[in-house]
């Protein structure tokens, strides 16, 4: 593994941290994750900085497996975390990460949208998308006009993550042998109101938020604002 990762990274392999795990469902496949040793240093230093010690620091997009257990982990998942300026993408079968990939869109770039459209500063964007933005307006027509620019303004720039979201359930796809039975979405830009309804319509594949059990026991069906 060393010496074909060394053919793929950007860093000097000597300056890398990386483990591997065999990709299930995929024979002679393998997970790789790598990264430099500064990073993790850095990461180290800011969890003892506030009195913790780290046991492991997990690869965002393959943390995802142990919340599905139970009946939750039957078929095959597609976790979207959709972040700040990252969405993380992991497919998950049978409960087990099967691979990942991050993309770099996320809500920042919605409000930078709305910053532009709108000649507005930043932080005023962002309170303008929390408390009016909306994606899958159930009749677009009865909205009054700045809620109509903003949604529509909402679709336009969801549009590039929604493009590699769906170039990637294919090639995802491939690799278990058919597309995920369903897409679960956690993250800021998750909540965003009809997101949803506007990602299983532009995808083909049901969406729904992922939230968290109170019982750590117990699988998960969606996470909430809190």
Request: proline share 8%; with cysteine.
């Amino acid at each position: 593994v060393e010496n074909e990762l060394a053919d793929d990274i950007p860093w000097d392999i000597d300056d890398v941290l990386f483990d591997h795990a065999m990709a299930p469902q995929v024979p002679g496949h393998v997970l790789v994750v790598a990264t430099r040793s500064e990073t993790v240093g850095e990461v180290i230093q800011a969890c003892e900085a506030l009195e913790m010690t780290p046991r492991n620091i997990p690869p965002a997009p393959l943390s995802y497996g142990p919340l599905l257990q139970h009946g939750d982990a039957e078929g095959v998942t597609l976790v979207a975390d959709i972040g700040h300026r990252l969405t993380n993408l992991c497919l998950i079968s049978e409960g087990k990460p099967v691979t990942a990939r991050t993309i770099s869109r996320g809500g920042f770039h919605l409000t930078d949208a709305i910053r532009r459209a709108f000649q507005i500063s930043f932080d005023e964007a962002e309170v303008l998308k929390e408390r009016e933005a909306q994606l899958a307006p159930a009749d677009l027509e009865t909205l009054d006009p700045r809620r109509k620019a903003l949604a529509k303004l909402a679709s336009e720039a969801m549009e590039p993550l929604v493009r590699q979201i769906r170039l990637t359930l294919g090639v995802l796809g491939g690799k278990v042998g058919h597309p995920p039975d369903r897409i679960l979405l956690c993250g800021g830009t998750s909540l965003l109101p009809g997101i949803e309804q506007h990602l299983a319509a532009e995808l083909g594949v049901p969406c729904q938020r992922l939230v968290l059990d109170q019982d750590p026991n117990m699988s998960v069906g969606g996470m909430d604002r809190d």
